[in-house]
């Protein structure tokens, strides 16, 4: 059985419209110039102290730092400039969209992400007022090397149960993002092609997220497996109940997801080194040259595959 999107429930207790748990219509799409007024960049400093510059739309249009045409976003970092280590970062791209959603179906066609040491890509959700509003992390790792989760991090008092319908592996059970160094609540990708060189070797593919007061389930297909054709072709309705066990299922059972996630923006961001990829430790365990914010400075050449090439971003709610 199934649980009950809540507004579907009410639907039904109302006897309405009879909706399908998971069953949703499109609400936003972004494709190519969209991006550009459904998202704003954010020229901020970046809060893990990376070793970049976000610029603002502006420049990075003018820089071509983002690009767009008609089926097609892509957003980098610089990869042409010897940096002075006593100025500014790598100038690069922070996209944070303007809307906000709460129970809704997320689905990201990608066909390439951010590689090379010092990267850190991530493509995630956040709400107001961090980590009360609550974070999903979707796709984000360093240095090439995942380490390939899907994870939550939200404010004390959620957890997770060791063992669920899934077909990922759970990694850690404690949400809270005060505890553990922030590792938050983590579920294992099955295949290696959900991150880094290899996501681009398979041509990249496609990650869906699904949120609801009942949990928070995620999917990823490569490009080369079949995802369901709703999700290939970017229907007007989706039905969630028949997309199979998702990698990643985050219930409600230990955890009030009502109230420990609010409305979330998409994030789409690139930093480089910072407190994850720039920590000296876990940079030369990735086999990285080196420091970090040296090879940054010193090797802008090595930025070239540094960019995300997105086809899509359609966003359903019920
Ligand atoms: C990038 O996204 C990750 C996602 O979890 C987040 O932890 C990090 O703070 C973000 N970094 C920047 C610079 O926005
Ligand atoms: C701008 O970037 C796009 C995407 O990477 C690329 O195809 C295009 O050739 C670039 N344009 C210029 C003028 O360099
Ligand atoms: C994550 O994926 C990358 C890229 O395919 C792979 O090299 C790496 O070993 C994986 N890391 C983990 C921890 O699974
Ligand atoms: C760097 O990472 C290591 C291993 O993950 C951790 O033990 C250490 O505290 C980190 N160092 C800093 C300065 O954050």
Request: hydrophobic share 30%.
């Amino acid at each position: 059985m199934k649980f009950l999107a809540g507004s579907s429930l009410v639907a039904l207790v109302l006897g309405s419209t009879e909706v399908l748990a998971g069953s949703f219509k499109i609400s936003d799409t972004f494709i190519g110039s969209s991006f550009l007024t459904g998202f704003k960049h954010e020229a901020i400093g970046d809060p893990t102290h990376g070793r970049v510059n976000y610029v603002d739309q502006a420049t990075a249009t003018r820089l071509n730092l983002t690009y767009t045409n008609s089926n097609t976003l892509v957003i980098r970092s610089d990869y042409t400039t010897k940096l002075n280590s006593g100025g500014a970062g790598r100038n690069s791209v922070r996209l944070l969209s303007n809307k906000q959603w709460g129970t809704s179906v997320t689905v990201l066609d990608v066909r390439h992400m951010p590689v090379g040491c010092g990267t850190w890509p991530a493509f995630w959700t956040v709400g107001n007022n961090w980590p009360n509003g609550g974070e999903i992390d979707i796709i984000e790792g360093v240095n090439d090397q995942g380490p390939n989760l899907s994870s939550l991090h939200t404010s004390s008092g959620c957890t997770m149960p060791a063992s669920r319908s899934q077909t990922g592996t759970t990694t850690s059970t404690n949400c809270d993002a005060n505890v553990n160094g922030n590792e938050g609540c983590g579920v294992r990708y099955t295949k290696a092609s959900s991150y880094g060189p290899s996501l681009n070797s398979a041509g990249g593919g496609w990650f869906a997220m699904e949120r609801s007061p009942s949990g928070i389930l995620v999917w990823h297909w490569a490009r080369n497996e079949s995802p369901p054709n709703e999700v290939r072709s970017g229907t007007g309705t989706i039905n969630t109940d028949t997309w199979g066990t998702p990698v990643a299922r985050f219930p409600n059972t230990q955890c009030d997801l009502n109230s420990k996630f609010a409305a979330h923006n998409i994030v789409i961001n690139l930093t480089l080194c910072g407190d994850w990829a720039g920590n000296a430790s876990v940079y030369s365990q990735s086999g990285c040259p080196g420091s970090c914010v040296d090879y940054v400075n010193n090797n802008p050449g090595a930025f070239v595959n540094a960019y995300w090439d997105i086809a899509s971003v359609r966003v359903y709610t019920p």
